[in-house]
């Protein structure tokens, strides 16, 4: 499984850098901040809602701590998409939050 730090992540957004984030918290911890531009699909649904992504782009995928990201990194692979686990999640991010 692909990693990348959460400060990685955001010294690319800082870069100017455009990336595909998918946020697989629940609504409630979402609507409590979130990385400006992700994508929400929450893990339960992700299996559901997978035809919304294109397997042509990369995704980083994020939740609060890496673990429920980390599933869904190894769900989205076993389905021939390129996905990165955000490690730390959303408890080690220090950029901005909406």
Known sequence: MKEISAKEVQQRIENGEQLNLIDVREVDEVQAGHIPGITHIPLGLLEFRSHELDKNKPYI???????????????LQSQGF???NMTGGMMSWEGKVE
Do not use: K, P
């Open 61 to 75: 995928m994020v939740c609060r701590s890496g673990g429920r990201s980390g599933q869904a990194t190894h769900y």
């Open 82 to 84: 390129d996905v990165t």
